[in-house]
């Protein structure tokens, strides 16, 4: 079926109840399911689902696969989310990325945003350039900028921490506003909270640091004990696994 109200746009393609409704002018769209794209009139966008980029008006180069995907989406362009409640509160938010069920669900401006995995970046907002990938990664940030997390439950805690790397599984699930820490191999960093600028490399490494800054830890449980050491530098298996204080050097198992 072809929109009931399109006055002059060219190679739409509307199925569905209100599909692309008001669109005057937009070119090159698709809307397959109730109510997709039916307040419309940007330009080559793919709406599949019930809902799915319902709100928008001048967005365009959008496109949402899955039951009330990008719903809210106005002016926002260049989004692709595919599941169900993908990016559904995003308004205004451009270049965003959102694969899996509800991932990026709370979304409203922030822009080149890339989640894969199931409720992924959930409650992020306004956060920019961040990346998580793996179910429940990055899950309750809101405004923290350029952090990674790849691994389930990585960063999931993080809310308004900056520029975090995680990589694997429960890397930094602890974090809220640390920044600039970096975490590779299983459960490191886990329960780290607000300590910023450490490097734990390796299974468990720095596994029960809270609020301890700048510390390098490399090798298998490396500061596994250290709470709030600070400025400690570890390389080796279990090298300063015992640590409590700050500024101490080891190298070796």
Sequence with gaps: SSPENSISGLGNV?????????????NYNIGIGFNTLSNSTGNE???????????????????????????????????NAVGYGSLKSNTVGTGNTALGQTTLYNNISGSENVAVGNNALYFNTTGYTNTAVGAQSLKENTTGNGNTAIGYLSLEKNTVGNENTALGQNNLSQNTTGGQNTSIGSGSLSKNTIG??????????????IDGAQNIAIGYQSLFENINGSSNAALGENALENNLGSTNTAVGH
């Design 196 to 209: 910023s600028g450490n490097v734990a490399v390796g299974v468990n490494s720095m596994f029960k640091n």
């Design 14 to 26: 509307a199925i569905g109840d209100e599909t692309l409704n008001a669109n005057t002018a937009g």
């Design 45 to 79: 966008q793919v709406a599949i689902g019930g809902y799915a980029l319902n709100e928008n008006t001048t967005g365009s180069q959008n496109n949402a696969v899955g039951y009330q995907a990008l719903k809210s989406t106005t002016s926002g362009h260049q989004n």
